[in-house]
T-cell receptor, first 112, second 112 residues
Framework: DAKTTQPTSMDCAEGRAANLPCNHS???????VYWYRQIHSQGPQYIIH???NNETNEMASLIITEDRKSSTLILPHATLRDTAVYYC?????????????FGSGTKLNVKP | DADVTQTPRNRITKTGKRIMLECSQT?????MYWYRQDPGLGLRLIYY???????NKGEISDGYSVSRQAQAKFSLSLESAIPNQTALYFC???????????FGQGTRLTVV
């Protein structure tokens, strides 16, 4: 599976949109982009995933560039409870979950 | 009740002792996983099981063993605990029919 590059940390003001970037320049045509987050030593939690098109659910939006070499996770109105480590993962499917690479991720600090 | 339950949540044990961490799930998933997380780092896969009769080593299996007693239960054992096995341990489950994996709340293990 392709590897990803994320900033180590980011700050966001409460109530503002949090935009978390991820680079995955070696992504293959059949690989999805997955996002998980881990709130303060709890188990990671699934957020969203996508292949080509932009995706939105009740938690976040995922914007994937046309060349698919990068993506952005958007939390539209960040709250203090969104403070967490966010992991961007590229994989062919949940079938390969044993190959999901949870690296260091991006630590998002939402500030009052 | 949580979908994935880990017991114990916290444990302190002495060097050389045998310890078992237990995981049970109510998702009906075939696939289960054990990870460890060290401070400030991502998750590393220890063992995974695709079904009751299929167990596989992950990235860091040395010093660990597992048992898949039933579809719903997957235990991790440290036969002779050592201090560098002090970490946060997570169990997870997945099913290729779903789009996400589910994690337990973690077991904080300290080996003194």
């Amino acid at each position: 599976d392709a590897k990803t590059t994320q900033p180590t940390s980011m700050d966001c003001a409460e109530g503002r949109a949090a935009n978390l970037p991820c680079n995955h320049s070696t992504i293959s045509g059949n690989e999805y982009v997955y996002w998980y987050r881990q709130i303060h030593s709890q188990g990671p939690q699934y957020i969203i995933h996508g292949l080509k098109n932009n995706e939105t659910n009740e938690m976040a939006s995922l914007i994937i560039t046309e060349d698919r070499k990068s993506s952005t996770l958007i939390l539209p109105h960040a709250t203090l409870r969104d403070t967490a480590v966010y992991y961007c993962i590229v994989s062919q499917s949940i079938y390969n979950f044993n190959k999901f690479y949870f690296g260091s991720g991006t630590k998002l600090n939402v500030k009052p | 009740d949580a979908d994935v339950t880990q017991t114990p949540r916290n444990r302190i044990t002495k060097t050389g002792k045998r310890i078992m961490l237990e995981c049970s799930q109510t998702k009906g998933h075939d696939r289960m996983y054990w990870y460890r997380q060290d401070p400030g780092l991502g998750l590393r896969l220890i063992y995974y099981s695709f079904d009751v009769k299929d167990i596989n080593k992950g990235e860091i299996s040395d010093g660990y063993s597992v048992s898949r007693q039933a579809q719903a239960k997957f235990s991790l054992s440290l036969e002779s605990a050592i201090p560098n096995q002090t970490a946060l341990y997570f169990c997870a489950t997945s099913d290729e029919k779903n789009t996400e994996a589910f994690f337990g709340q973690g077991t904080r293990l300290t080996v003194v």
